[in-house]
């Protein structure tokens, strides 16, 4: 089945007992046994469930993997990831990424875990190189990435993680599996963070993994239910509400966005504009050969710096200043104040994270109005 049918279906059949349209949402933590060990192939909520299991069944579609495990944020999925590798294993991550993903990573390697590297991953020569170096567990990257939504080549990044021994995990959270699709790039891992695009309504925290083979899906399934940071089942049925339009939400973004970054690009106060979408992304052929569709995330950069950017934040009146991305509302927030704070100040400076920065998650609103809010903003 294309995208859009196995968004609404996979996953989705009605229930076999009562012929509910839409999966029930089971509450119960335990389930009756006929006999010790004996059961219906569920006996207790934190290792399998009914609704998260057609949650897991519907994004395993979505993305092409042979399985998927639901986790109550994407951090969440993150982390169970991490307490996979060995304990003294280097991760290769890139070095643009959210402010929670390095958080974490740090705050594993200070407590003697994994130890995680930064590395440029536009560059697949530079990985090559610090991969020759010694070897690494996993190379972790974003694409787009958040929050100057710079690119990989997923084909490439997992052809030279693949020589190397290493997992390449991909978070697909900005582009969802109805741009990109990692997993048929070569990627081994599809991580998402469903409180943003996959859920599409602000009103759930979840994540999920997805995975190419199904020996490292059966181990993390263990480590999912030996850890127990699940999602309940009312966060699940919302995920899968949201899945059914997410290929209609995504497309509506992607055109409101494209019109945005238009309205931005060129005017006097904006330094930059960054958008895959744009013929002046520096990998706009990438984005064209690599997603379907360039997403709704837009990032711009105001001469003016943080003053400047303030100003433009309290003049706007569709955009709601507030974290988070990926629901039908548009939103805007400064990553150095707020989503990449936790990244100390000279670290996001020399990656680019200026203090001007402003990250748009453009939502479903009208196009005309999206476009009048910034062009007033931006005159003052």
């Known amino acids: 089945m294309r995208f859009d049918t196995n968004a609404v279906h996979a996953g989705q059949d009605p229930d076999p007992q009562t012929g509910a349209v839409n999966v029930p949402v089971y509450l119960t933590s335990t389930f009756v046994q006929s006999a010790p060990g004996v059961n219906r192939g569920f006996d207790y909520a934190r290792t399998n469930h009914p609704t998260r299991a ?14 998927a495990l639901a986790f109550s944020s994407g951090l969440g999925a993150l982390t169970n990831l991490a307490l996979h590798l060995p304990r003294d294993a280097r991760i290769l991550a890139g070095e643009d990424l959210y402010g929670g993903s390095y958080r974490l990573f740090e705050h594993l390697r200070d407590r003697g875990g994994p130890r995680t590297e930064y590395v440029d991953l536009s560059r697949p020569e530079t ?63 599809v991580l998402h963070s469903t409180t943003k695009y996959l859920g599409g309504h602000s009103d759930v925290l979840g994540g999920a993994l997805v995975f190419r083979e199904k020996s490292l899906y059966e181990r993390m399934r263990w480590l999912q239910n030996a850890v127990g940071a699940v999602p309940g089942p009312l966060d699940c049925y919302l995920v899968l509400r949201g899945i059914r339009t997410l290929g209609l939400r995504m497309r509506a973004h992607a055109a ?29 052929a990438l984005a064209q050969r690599q997603m379907s569709g360039p997403g709704g995330m837009v990032s711009l950069e105001l001469k003016g710096g943080e003053p400047e950017a303030r100003a433009f934040l309290s003049r ?19 990553p150095a104040l707020m989503t ?34 910034v062009r007033q903003a931006l005159e003052g």
């Open 256 to 284: 409101n966005a494209q019109a945005v970054a238009e309205a931005l690009e060129g005017h006097p106060r904006v330094a930059r504009v960054l958008f895959p979408g744009l013929p002046s992304h520096p990998q706009f």
């Open 54 to 67: 057609a949650l897991e069944r519907s994004l395993a579609a979505l993305e092409g993997g042979v399985g």
């Open 340 to 373: 990449h704070q936790s990244i100390p100040a000279a670290e996001r400076r020399r990656r680019g994270i200026a203090d001007g920065l402003l990250r748009l998650s453009v939502g479903v609103e009208d196009r005309e109005d999206l476009v009048a809010d």
């Open 127 to 189: 990985l090559a190189e610090r991969l020759r170096e010694r070897p690494s567990a996993m190379v972790y990257l974003e694409s787009p990435t958040n929050p100057l939504l710079g690119l990989a080549d997923i084909a490439e990044v997992a052809r030279l993680s693949r020589e190397a021994g290493a997992l390449t995990v991909v978070d697909n959270t900005f582009a969802t599996p109805c741009f990109q699709q990692p997993l048929a790039l070569g990627a081994d891992v």
């Open 316 to 334: 706007l009146r569709i955009f709601l200043l507030a974290e988070s991305l990926g629901g039908v509302e548009s939103l805007v927030e400064s």
